[in-house]
């Protein structure tokens, strides 16, 4: 019997990287007809199609894709209502991302369509590209690289008001502490900075040798540098602003590659206006992209990257196996690792 597979990649995650994994992935013997299509993501961004978000591409041409489909892998193809009921051979829709944004899982389930996902793809890169952020907020990089580069040699960096901090015997607090933070945190320490984290999912035992677990006011009263890992709930919306700013000592620096929605970014700028803060470094924003005008753009002592932690070619990798690995369960009758919703599949 031939199984007839869509890679639906993009310009990241590449159809061929999807193929190549899942060739790799499936049961010996197995009969594949695998088709691809590549996505515009990220030549053009991603945004809501239909009822579902950050998707790329579009319904019609999903849906014809995907005739006589029983497996779709991909990182941004819109699941949708519209699709389902199209797409009546469709058994299980692997997103390579860290939650399926893009996939209607309710409707999925309606559908009998298991829906699997492909948590901690990009830890390791988030977590590098956190820390090329603390460097750089650290000690003044964007402002100097930006000087540098329009004919400015700014030499009065070595004023000792102005030059920057090191993370040796810094105090350096990290809110949250799963898969990013734990690694930003042993990377800190065997920096020789002190690391304090706040997570009250975790208990003090996980942190035991690398960091100190403690309340969120006394993280942000303590640290010299502040880094986010927290995910957006009704809690963390808005945890960091200018009330949690003031608490932290003068001339600290704030880092955010987790999401904009967990920031005052008005606040951050009036911290770093007033020299409150001394340096930030963000990855995420409110709005994506970043507004012409906006307030960030022309704040001195940041350093912006436009929400690239994630990227690197290892992740690409990394992600199409994992949803590989999840085609190659399903044919061979397994659990799937990392099913949004077991109850398709009775468990």
Not at 183 to 199: E, W
Not at 204 to 232: M, N, T
Request: charged share 20%; with cysteine; aromatic share 4%.
């Amino acid at each position: 019997m031939t199984t007839t597979v869509l890679a639906a990649g993009d310009h990241f995650v590449l159809p061929r990287l999807l193929e190549g994994e899942l060739r790799t992935a499936a049961p010996s013997g197995a009969h594949l007809d695998v088709r691809t299509i590549q996505l515009p993501w990220p030549h053009t961004p991603f945004g809501p199609v239909a009822e579902v978000d950050e998707a790329s591409g579009d319904e019609d041409a999903l849906i014809e894709a995907l005739r006589g489909a029983r497996i779709c892998l991909t990182q941004l193809a819109p699941l949708t209502e519209r699709v389902l009921k199209s797409c009546p051979d469709l058994e299980l829709f692997c997103v390579s991302r860290g939650g399926p944004v893009n996939a209607n899982l309710a409707a999925a389930t309606r559908h009998g369509v298991a829906v699997s996902y492909a948590p901690g793809r990009n830890a390791v890169a988030t977590a590098e590209h956190t820390l090329a952020l603390i460097l750089a907020a650290a000690r003044g990089v964007g402002d100097v690289h930006t000087d540098l580069r329009h004919g400015v040699w700014r030499g009065d960096y070595y004023d000792y008001d102005t030059c920057g901090i090191e993370i040796d015997g810094s105090v350096v607090g990290l809110v949250g502490f799963g898969a990013i933070g734990s690694r930003v945190a042993r990377v800190l320490a065997a920096m020789g900075a002190t690391v304090l984290v706040h997570d009250p999912y975790v208990e003090p035992g996980a942190v035991a040798g690398v960091a100190e677990l403690v309340p969120l006011d006394e993280l942000l009263s303590r640290s010299r540098i502040v880094s986010l890992h927290a995910r957006v709930t009704e809690e963390t919306t808005g945890m960091i602003g200018a009330a949690q700013i003031a608490s932290m000592p003068r001339g600290s620096v704030l880092v955010n590659c987790a999401r904009g929605a967990l920031v005052d970014y008005e606040a951050v700028c009036d911290a770093l206006d007033s020299g409150r803060l001394a340096g930030a470094g963000f990855d995420v924003f409110p709005a994506e992209p970043v507004p012409a005008g906006a307030r960030l753009l022309s704040t001195p002592g940041v350093v912006l990257t436009p929400h690239i932690a994630g990227a690197s070619r290892e992740v690409a990798h990394k992600a199409a196996r994992i949803v590989a690995g999840e085609a190659g369960r399903f044919l061979r009758g397994e659990p799937l690792a990392h099913c949004a919703n077991p109850e398709v599949l009775g468990g």
